[in-house]
């Protein structure tokens, strides 16, 4: 069943999602040649307890780390730890928070340095444009694969694989709730959208196929190509205004 949240939940998700914005901004500021992963996810712990909230990610089904930090062929679900980021390669940053019972959700991918080749900045920039493409569709009449559908068809047109492993989600009282939002799908088909759904919707977009496979750590996903992929996430409420990005 599809949550509809009353307006004062809305409210405690956008705080939970201004935290989460705020960490990606401090992430983002700090990502450079260098700097550790494991740096960033101090800087993210900070900024976290500051805020009086706490890690979505830290102990969910035994995850180790406060955020993750996926690098280049990594796709989600890296863990921060003594990998130092090179000029030339893509970051993904996932970070989610709780505050006051309530969750929020976001990603980026951060091009580090100066020496990232065209072919990545590319995946990154259409991987965020298939974001907001699928943001706009999150309207209420709409049925939930439009969402889907508008992100592959972008993808898909600049000749990129639709990672199918993991999609995104609903989210508020709960990091993961009904329903899932996959990044493929076909248009004019799913749950009808209703105003005071919340989802995290979420596009891994890889450079070549959509295949994935899960190191011996456990967690961390990488493309079966091992070519590069891209990551890019909002947690957005569907409003009598239109879709209402919440992080
Ligand atoms: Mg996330
Ligand atoms: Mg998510």
Request: hydrophobic letters at 40%; one cysteine or more; a negative charge.
């Amino acid at each position: 069943m599809i949550d509809i949240k009353s307006e004062n939940e809305l409210k405690l998700i956008s705080e939970a999602g201004k935290i989460v914005r705020l960490v990606l901004v401090e992430l983002k500021a700090a990502a450079r040649p260098g700097i550790k992963t494991a740096d960033l996810s101090n800087i993210a712990e900070e900024v976290i307890k500051k805020s009086n909230a706490r890690s979505a990610f830290l102990g969910y089904r035994g995850f180790p780390g406060a955020i993750c930090t996926s690098l280049n062929e990594q796709v989600v679900h890296g863990i921060p730890g003594d990998t130092v980021l090179s000029s030339g390669d893509i970051l993904s940053i996932d970070v989610g928070i709780e505050k006051n019972g309530y969750y929020a959700d976001s990603a980026i991918t951060v091009p580090i340095g100066d020496k990232v080749s065209g072919n990545a900045l590319s995946l990154v920039e259409v991987t965020e444009k298939s974001l907001h493409l699928g943001i706009e569709k999150a309207v209420e009449g709409n049925r939930l694969f439009d969402i889907s559908n508008a992100i592959q068809a972008f993808a898909e047109s600049h000749g990129y694989g639709v990672v199918r492993g993991f999609v995104g989600h609903g989210i508020g009282k709960n990091l993961h709730e009904d329903p899932e939002v996959p990044n493929f799908g076909k248009k004019g088909t799913g749950p009808r959208l209703k105003n005071g759904m919340v989802l995290a919707i979420e596009p891994m977009i890889n450079e070549g196929g959509y295949e994935v496979e899960i190191l011996s750590d456990g967690w961390t996903a990488v493309t079966k190509d091992r070519l590069l992929s891209a990551h890019f996430e909002h947690t957005i409420a569907i409003t009598s205004n239109g879709p209402k990005i919440l992080t």
